[in-house]
């Protein structure tokens, strides 16, 4: 890396510590507050729903944070993915989580939208949406998780000796007379 990347750095990592925070917060402390305080399935429904309509932009500001920051990041360190072996392979996996996280934090905040309307003609679907939810809840903080994992291998990849080690190996892999 040949310069400073700490306004990227910090977007990236500020906002993946608070989309992984607050999605196991919410799991455990939102969710499980509205079980203990609802009297009825649907006003558990409904206090839960309404503290995540609260988090939701925060939640979206975040995760737009880690984007930009991601983005950032990959293009600072372009060098480091082609030259650098296992740069690329940790670098596609992050890519491949970060997509799963997104996709299982879209597909909770619609099941969230519809156990919210309580009242809707079918309580089966809404059973459903509950039943859903209640597992795609534990997968954002999981995914989010494996990417705090995977930024930690990035960081040890930067470490000088690993720099050049991968540098030298990825040489020997494309040149196979080298020693």
């Given at each position: 890396?040949?310069?400073?990347?700490?306004?990227?750095?910090?977007?990236?990592?500020?906002?993946?510590?608070?989309?992984?925070?607050g999605?196991?917060?919410?799991?455990?402390g939102?969710?499980?507050?509205?079980?203990?305080e609802?009297?009825?399935?649907?006003?558990?429904?409904?206090?839960?729903?309404?503290?995540?309509?609260?988090?939701?932009?925060?939640?979206?500001?975040?995760?737009?944070?880690?984007?930009?920051?991601?983005?950032?990041?990959?293009?600072?360190?372009?060098?480091?993915?082609?030259t650098?072996?296992?740069?690329?392979?940790?670098?596609?996996?992050?890519?491949?989580?970060?997509?799963?996280?997104?996709?299982?934090?879209?597909?909770?905040?619609?099941?969230?939208?519809?156990?919210?309307?309580?009242a809707?003609?079918?309580?089966?679907?809404?059973?459903?949406?509950a039943?859903?939810?209640?597992?795609?809840?534990?997968?954002?903080?999981?995914?989010?998780?494996?990417?705090?994992?995977?930024?930690?291998?990035?960081?040890?990849?930067?470490?000088?000796?690993?720099?050049?080690?991968?540098?030298?190996?990825?040489?020997?892999?494309?040149?196979?007379?080298?020693?």
């Amino acid at each position: 890396m040949s310069g400073r990347n700490t306004l990227v750095r910090s977007l990236h990592d500020v906002g993946l510590a608070a989309w992984f925070g607050g999605s196991l917060m919410g799991a455990v402390g939102l969710d499980g507050a509205a079980k203990d305080e609802g009297t009825t399935d649907t006003s558990t429904a409904r206090i839960s729903s309404s503290g995540w309509a609260k988090w939701t932009p925060v939640n979206a500001a975040a995760i737009g944070a880690h984007l930009f920051g991601g983005g950032g990041l990959l293009a600072a360190n372009a060098h480091r993915v082609t030259t650098q072996q296992g740069v690329a392979a940790s670098t596609t996996a992050k890519t491949i989580v970060t997509a799963a996280a997104l996709a299982a934090t879209a597909y909770a905040r619609v099941l969230g939208k519809k156990t919210e309307l309580a009242a809707s003609p079918d309580p089966q679907d809404e059973e459903k949406a509950a039943r859903h939810l209640a597992c795609v809840q534990w997968v954002v903080p999981a995914l989010t998780g494996s990417l705090v994992v995977l930024n930690a291998l990035h960081g040890e990849q930067q470490r000088p000796f690993e720099q050049l080690h991968g540098v030298w190996r990825h040489a020997r892999s494309v040149i196979p007379l080298i020693p």
